[in-house]
Each structure stands twice: as structure tokens, then as C-alpha cells.
């Protein structure tokens, strides 16, 4: 299960990003308890358009994002973004602490922190066969999630007790000192026992990764599943704040520990995704059908306390279609292609929640809280249909186990061109 942690790169790599995730959670809940309760009054729609800043420069530079993470020094990139989003929290910190923090100044923060994000997440997806070899693979994108969720069980638990004791700016300030742990982390990996992706030139890069995506009907039913759950589905950040404030009446402890409890589903199947070494299309569509009964069920809680339990199966089973599909789309990508399909992967995957967050707050707004949830279930449940039909019309429901890297001899002119 911790076989990556034998690699001293990859044990340093992960307990910097466990710290910096610890402070991002920490961010998102002191965000959203800012958005709701102080500069607005309980405006779904603001959560969502914050929501919606940060996700959006992901979808718009993804692209290029990729292709920067396929021509330069992974490590090299990650520790700028390290910085770039360190200045956007700590200025977010100093804006709230000196009591002059507007709606405006959140929008602004968010988008920025959107673009940093949007060069960090291709270049940090894309090094972890920089550090394993490749069958540890799907054990480091495990251990990777697991790091993730083990530290939203913890921040936002920390960030509700936080606010209530202390206010929002504290939590803010430890987010932005957070990532010196990952700067700390990557300047003492020794660069001899990195195992660096062949490089790409700059021209045509990015177009070549677009076609590459295009030629592998697996990868881009892969997308659409993970599309359809990011955009529709994962929008616990709006829904969960939501249903704290206006269905159960909580203060900012109780919401915090709503994630905290979501966690403890996300951390088990992190773990079991970890010990996991084959990956099938079939995990990847029951996961994402239970996802969808468990958000059905969620809409219908009758209290804080149900609705908190039911947040487990649902932390599960979406994470055990992220670490799934993610892993099987590095598996089965040429390395050389690999930080642009990353890229495209995570453009795909965060890059809905521009569309999603603004549409979930309307729902929010329009039908009530109960329905932000049941959407995300409802929506997923249409894309396990629609790629279920997909398969039985093309017969492929087999063809896709992923353990076994595809021939890729069909892009052969791009790769001679991306490298």
C-alpha cells in the first residue's frame, strides 16, 4: 500500500503537498464562511461565481499549461507556482486581517489563484512517474489522493474551530504560509534519482496533445465521465455550505466538520486505491452509479446528522472514480504526451466548474438547497447511461482494461513532432 514511500524523492514530495493541503482546505472553508456570512447574505450565487473565477483558468490555459509541463523542469514550474499562489493567499490573509476585504477583492484573488492553479495542476500530475517507476504507478496516485483527503479531514475540521475562536483571517494566513512546504520539499529532492519525461519541442505541442486526445476514444470516454462528475457532481463546496447555513441552521464548526466526515469516505478509498493494481471501465462506472444514488439520498436527509453519514459513500465513491480514471489515463498515455493529456484531463475534469458552480448556485437559489444535491446525482446517473449505450453500440465494454498500454502508432507524426 506505501510502497512509493520507500523513494526518498516521493516521500518529500508528499509530505510537503500534505501540509499545503492541509492549509488549502483550511482556505476554502475560510472562504466560503466569508462569501456567506460576511460580505453577502447567504448569496449562492456569489459562491458560485468565486467558485466559478477559480476554475475557469483552467479550462482556458490548460493547454498551454500542458505543454509548459512537457518542455521545462516539472519541479522547476511547480516551484513557481508554489509562489504565485502563496503571494494570492497571503494577500486574500492581509486584505481580511486589516478589515478591508470586499466581495470584489474575493473574485479578483480567486481568478489569479485560478491561474496559478491552472500551471500547478499539469506539472504535479505529470511528476509522479518522475519519481516512481512505472509500475508504482497507480500506488503514487493513490497516495497522492490519500495525502489530498487525509488533509481535508483535517483543515477543514481546524478552519471551522478557527473561525469560530479566531475569526476567518487566521485560517487564511496559515493557507498562504502553506506552501513553503512544497518549496521546502522540491529543493531538497535530489534531482539524480528523477527519471524526467523526454522533452517536446514548442512547435505544434500543443495542437499534438489535442490530437493525440482525439485519437483514443478510452481516454475521451474516460473525460466525459469525469466531466459530467466534476461539473455536476463535486459541488459539495456550494451544496455542503448550503445546507449548513440555510436547511440545518449550523455554525461555521458544524459545516467544517461536514467536509472533515466527507473525508473519511475519500481517505478509505484512497487507500484501497493504493493497493489497487488493475484498473477496469467497470470499477469506473459502478463507482460513479453509487455516487449518484448516494447524492439522491443526501437530497432527502432528513437531518444534519444523516446527512453527514451519508456524505461517507459518497466521499468513497467519487474519489474512487478520480484515482481510477486518473491513474488509467497516465498509464495509458506515452510519456512524452503526458503533462499535455494531464493538462487536457484536468481542463476537462475542473474546468466544468465554471459552468457548474454558477448553475448549482441558481439551483440553490431558485429551487432550494435539497436540489443543488440532487442535480449532481441526477447528471451523473445520465452519464453512466449515455457512455453505458455508447459501449453496448460500439461493443468496447471489454476493450478497455488499461493494465496493458495501447499501441499508439497512429500519432506516430505527432510525437515526432512533440519531441
Known sequence: ??????????????????????????????????????????????????????????????????????????????????????????????????????????????????????????????????MVPETLIPNAVGLNTTSFHAARLIGPAVAGLSIAWWGVGPALVFNGLSFVAVLVALAMMDEAELTPSPRAKAKGSTMAGLRYVRSRPDIMLLMFLVFMLGTFGLNFQITNALMATTVFKVGADSYGVLSSIMACGSLAAGLVAAKRTQLRLRLIMGALTLFALSCLLLAVAPNYLWYALLLVPAGFTSLTVMTAANASVQLSTTPVMRGRVMAIYQAIFLGGTPLGAPLIGWVGDAWGPRWTVAIGGIMCGVAVVVAIAYLVADEGWDVMPWRNRRPDAVLVEDFEEAR
Open 1 to 130: 500500500m506505501f510502497a512509493s514511500m520507500g523513494l526518498r524523492n516521493y516521500r518529500l514530495f508528499w509530505t510537503g503537498g500534505f501540509i499545503s493541503n492541509i492549509g488549502t482546505w483550511m482556505s476554502r472553508i475560510a472562504q466560503d464562511w466569508l462569501v456567506l456570512t460576511i460580505l453577502t447574505q447567504n448569496s449562492a450565487v456569489a459562491l458560485g461565481l468565486v467558485t466559478a473565477l477559480q476554475f475557469l483558468p483552467i479550462a482556458v490555459l490548460a493547454p498551454y499549461a500542458g505543454s509548459l509541463a512537457d518542455r521545462f523542469s516539472k519541479r522547476r514550474v511547480l516551484m513557481i507556482t508554489q509562489v504565485a499562489q502563496a503571494a494570492v493567499g497571503l494577500t486574500l490573509a492581509g486584505l481580511v486581517l486589516g478589515g478591508a476585504v470586499q466581495l470584489w477583492h474575493v473574485y479578483v484573488l480567486a481568478a489569479l489563484l485560478g491561474i496559478a492553479g491552472a500551471f500547478d495542476g499539469p506539472a504535479r500530475q505529470a511528476m509522479a512517474p518522475e
